[in-house]
């Protein structure tokens, strides 16, 4: 199922994950949340209104107990910014299923623009069942002006350079999650999403 | 480093490609979302539909036109023509557009840019403007003016402060249109998009006069755009998307090579 807490185009997931077999549903239900088989965790927009309305919902407490069950989860995103203890955007306390923090890009390159759009190479650094088919030099699509900086080096699955690397995708235990969107990445996109349906939730 | 960006715009009238497009592989002639496909699997990087369609019914036709496309295309996908309002803008979105483009509405109401910023984010609005080279005056220092509604009313605006206000009001991207090279096939209007690009930290699209495939080297290194749009170069089978990009990767540019 896909989480819906009034964060963004879900349906471009959803469409996503139709065309590579997976049947998924929307949902803003808490139980529904713990009871899923599969859960994908999107959003789009800022994350103190995204904490406010996952508490507001009972959805926060839902994908921790789902994450502490073992449901395999994917975040996409501002999916993934929520996944770490602390976000700079609006000083935010957010879920802490992965230990670390998101910070803005403070560039000095004024020929580099905020936020990072468009595509951009992703590096594999730690292999992953759902990161499976990553070739190196794979391009995903990228809009964010916020990165995961997760504490635990052993985290980090893949990175990505913008004046720097900086982890773009990360792992712990039944979750992963991609600062990139796999909905808007073509076909390297789709083979992601399609290795996260047919994953068992161990790294 | 991201990679500049090919995108490729298509004009919709009533569901079908613009009869002013001709099209040589003729299983796709009329068809927006076969062409969306085919330029899709060639490695384009992001798609563009003008919504050109004038009648009354034009809302629910696009909308077909975009939730077709989406359930097969999976790069970002932008609309434009006609957005008047926050809510065309959520159902384009809600169709299965990324982003939306504002153009003549929001040179006649620049609230609308802060509007659509709000309800669907910063990153997802691209003022779209049509820009014409003028002799500098008081009402144009920078030399260029501001021209609405497919280029028959100027408005008496500067090119360059517009491009600053629909920067400070939210907008997340620039397509910059030179209406003097449009159609012309002899090049993109160099000196315009590096102005605009020097100008702002937003994105900039360089869009009119593409003709030939150093007509995008040019633009993505001189002219500093972000990524360069092209139409009738593909549309009439001239050129290939892959074409295109090898070019560009082929001369040093950095472009997206595998899909």
Not at chain 2, 11 to 16: P, W
């Amino acid at each position: 199922m896909i989480v819906d807490y009034d964060a963004g185009n879900l349906r471009s997931v959803q469409r996503a994950c139709r065309e590579v077999g997976l049947d998924a549903v929307i949902s803003a239900d808490a139980e529904e949340v713990r009871r899923a088989e599969r859960i994908i965790f999107p959003g789009v927009g800022a994350a103190g209104s995204a904490m406010q309305s996952l508490r507001a919902t009972g959805i926060a407490g839902a994908l921790t107990d789902a994450y502490r069950a073992g449901t395999p989860i994917l975040g996409i995103c501002l999916g993934l910014q929520i996944s770490l203890d602390h976000s700079e955007e609006n000083d935010t306390e957010t879920l802490g299923l992965v230990p670390g923090s998101v910070r803005r890009f403070r560039l000095t390159d004024p020929a580099l623009k905020i936020p990072h759009m468009g595509w951009n190479a992703v590096d594999v650094v730690r292999r992953h069942p759902v990161l499976a088919d990553v070739q190196p030099g794979d391009e995903f699509y990228f809009v964010h002006a916020y990165f995961p900086s997760p504490a635990n080096r052993g985290h980090v699955l893949a990175e990505a350079d913008y004046e720097g690397r900086f982890c773009c995708a990360l792992g712990r235990n039944n979750y992963i999650a991609t600062q990139f969107h796999p909905e808007k990445s073509g076909r390297v996109g789709l083979a992601l999403l399609k290795r996260f349906a047919e994953w068992d939730g161990h790294a | 480093m991201l990679s500049k960006r090919v995108i490729a715009c298509l004009d919709v009238r009533d569901g079908h490609l613009a009869k002013s497009v001709r099209f040589v592989d003729t299983k796709n002639i009329g068809d927006p979302v076969a062409k969306a496909r085919e330029y899709y699997e060639d490695g384009l990087d992001e798609l563009v539909f003008y919504d050109i369609t004038a009648s009354s019914e034009r809302r629910r036709i696009i909308l077909d036109v975009v939730e077709a496309v989406a359930a097969e295309v999976f790069i970002p996908l932008s609309v434009g023509g006609g957005v008047r309002s926050v809510q065309d803008a959520t159902d384009l979105r809600l169709a299965g557009a990324e982003k939306i483009n504002v153009n003549s509405a929001a040179v006649r109401r620049p609230a609308l840019i802060a509007e659509c910023a709000d309800a669907i984010g910063s990153q997802n609005v691209v003022l779209s403007m049509d820009i014409r080279q003028v002799t500098p005056d008081q009402r144009h220092p920078s030399g260029y003016e501001v021209v609405i509604d497919g280029g028959r009313t100027p408005m008496g605006m500067d090119a360059l402060a517009w491009t600053r206000q629909g920067e400070r009001l939210g907008a997340g991207e620039l397509v910059v249109n030179s209406i003097d090279a449009d159609g012309t096939r002899q090049g993109y209007e160099l000196n315009l998009t590096r102005k605009i690009s020097e100008a702002v930290r937003i994105p900039v699209i360089a869009s009119g006069g593409a003709g030939l495939p150093a007509h995008l080297f040019d633009v993505l290194t001189e002219g500093k755009a972000d990524a360069a749009l092209v139409a009738s170069m593909v549309h009439y089978g001239d050129y290939t998307v892959s074409g295109l990009k090898s070019y560009l990767h082929g001369r040093g540019v950095k472009v997206r090579m595998s899909w």
